[in-house]
Every structure is written in C-alpha cells, then in structure tokens.
C-alpha cells in the first residue's frame, strides 16, 4: 500500500515538475520576442513604476521598500554606466576604453547590459509592489529624511561615475551613428551640381 501511495507523489512531482518547466519555457520565450523592443518595455517598466507610486501614496507607507528599491536601482545604474573593463581596477589584455586620440577605437561594452538593467528594475518592481500588499513591511518612518539621504547617495556616486567618465574618456550612451565629414565638396563643385 505504501508504495502505491509514493507512486501518486512522484507522479504528482513529475507532473508539477513538467508544468513548472513549460511556463518557464513560454516565459523565457516572451522574454526573448520583447528583446528588440527597447522603447515599450521601459514604457512598460514606467507603467509599473506609475502604478507602485499611487500605491505608496495612497497608502501613505511603506517608504522603507521605496528607500530599499531607491538604492538597489541605483547600484544597477552605476552598473549599467561603468564600463566592463575598469581600467582602474584591473588592466586587461581584452578590450580596454581608448585614453588618448591615438589609440584604436573600441566600443564601450557596459558592465551590466541594458536588457538586463531593465529586467533587474522590472523584477525589483514587482517584488516591491508585492511587499506593499503586507503590513509588516510598513515600517513607520520619516520619509523626508531618506530622501534627502538617497539624494546626497545619488549626488555623491554620480559625481564619482562622472569624474571616472571623464578621467577616461568615455560616453556610455550611444547617441547615434556618427556622421564622417570626410573631404569637403569645395563651391565650386556645389554650384556645378546645382546646375
């Protein structure tokens, strides 16, 4: 009889095993089709963010998770703007930021890339939004004082990653594909194609 009864619990394991794998397959697979959609899934992400924000203020609470999600979205920031190689830390035999005009042009590769950057914040989020639907996150707190404390964290690692930006020479957003004058067509040529 025992071991009928054991049957059904494996069954039941491998069963729910099998269904726990096939929604990890379609979610892994929706995550992979949103990938080139840059643009609606931060406008997706801001919608969260929207909606997380009457939370907290209708609520009047839960400022605590806000601060807690404030600093971790900030250490994913410094991630997604420092460079993968930090010349500081560890010089490296692999692509290095260029820190004079004579060195060959490599591209920045991010530390933390934006797809994952946006992934972190979405589930960061969600997990935040989760914890506002139970009290015993609701730590009373004087809200103004934090946040002028993540300010100050924010000024501060800011100043820091834009000083490290500057000491070597780096840009960490693309703003488009650069446009080469080359040699420039002289007036008269300009006329004559006029014509």
Same mark, same amino acid.
Do not use: Y
């Given at each position: 009889?025992?071991? &009928?009864?054991?049957d059904d619990s494996s069954t039941a394991a491998a069963a729910l095993n099998q269904r726990r794998?096939? &929604?990890?397959?379609?979610?892994?697979y929706y995550l992979d089709k949103s990938t080139p959609h840059a643009l609606y899934r931060w406008i997706g992400t801001s919608i969260l963010v929207f909606v997380l924000a009457l939370r907290i203020y209708y609520a009047q609470g839960f400022y605590i998770i806000v601060y807690g999600l404030g600093i971790y979205i900030l250490n994913l920031l410094i991630g997604f703007l420092s460079p993968l190689v930090d010349p500081e830390i560890e010089p490296s035999d692999g692509p290095m930021l260029p820190t004079k005009g004579s060195d060959e042009f490599k591209p920045f590769i991010r530390r933390l890339p934006e797809f994952k950057f946006w992934y972190a914040i979405t589930k960061a989020c969600c997990v935040a939004f989760s914890m506002t639907l139970f009290s015993v996150f609701d730590v009373p707190v004087f809200w103004p004082i934090l946040l002028c404390y993540w300010m100050v964290l924010f000024v501060l690692t800011m100043k820091r990653q834009i000083m490290h930006m500057i000491k070597y020479k780096y840009?960490?957003?693309?703003?488009?594909?650069q446009k080469y004058g080359g040699k420039k067509a002289s007036a008269?040529?300009?006329?004559?194609?006029?014509?």
């Open positions: 009889m025992e071991g &009928v009864g054991g794998h096939e &929604v990890s397959r379609l979610f892994q840009i960490p957003f693309n703003i488009g594909k008269s040529t300009r006329s004559s194609r006029a014509d």
